[in-house]
């Protein structure tokens, strides 16, 4: 099974990219998880641009969604509103029907992240990705529940990443 781990964050270091760690780290064996690493490369989404011959690292980007069994998207929330660099990732499939009952799951890691949430939410509900309710997680605090080595610090946390892992490897398995 193969999962493909995005960030909303391009900060190095971040705490999405080490809560995504955890993630991987959490699940079973049999499962391969792949972080894309170039949501900062994409160009901004123009319509205009969305044909053939496609820009190269928007064609490897859809790829890599397509390859995938399911995604996880683990972003933090920037003026009460997803990361722009997400949205525009997000922006580059709309035409496609990549997301269209693939299996998701995703988690909101940010001091509050409540609009980020409903955002995120609302805009993989639109372009139909598979999702059950026990497939999305709000962190509220994240900094301050993973340490430096990405390590998640607190148990309710921890435990709820567990249940998310299993929740988007039972919904790929359905």
């Known amino acids: 099974m193969k999962l ?3 960030s909303g964050s391009t ?3 971040s705490s999405n990219g080490a809560i995504l760690k955890a993630f991987a780290n959490l699940c079973p064996a049999h499962v391969e998880v792949q972080f894309y690493a170039g949501i900062d490369q994409l160009p901004h989404f123009n ?9 190269a690292a928007v064609v490897e980007f859809r790829e890599q969604i397509q390859a995938a069994d399911g995604i996880i998207i683990c ?6 509103s997803l990361p722009g ?3 525009n990732s997000l922006e580059w499939n709309v035409s496609t029907t990549l997301f269209s009952g693939k299996p ?4 909101v890691a940010s001091a509050s992240g409540k609009k980020a949430f409903e955002s995120l939410d609302l805009v993989l509900t639109t372009i139909e990705a598979k999702m059950a309710d026990s497939s999305k997680l709000l962190i509220q605090g994240a900094k301050g529940k993973v340490d430096a080595d ?4 607190d148990p309710k946390t921890f435990q709820e990443i567990e249940a998310l892992v299993e929740s988007l490897i039972t919904s790929i398995n359905n």
């Open 47 to 55: 319509p205009d641009l969305d044909k053939a011959p496609f820009p």
């Open 150 to 153: 990405g390590n998640i610090t």
């Open 104 to 107: 998701m799951a995703f988690i």
């Open 4 to 6: 493909l781990a995005i």
């Open 11 to 13: 900060r190095a270091n």
């Open 85 to 87: 660099s997400l949205k």
């Open 75 to 80: 972003t933090p929330e920037y003026v009460f």
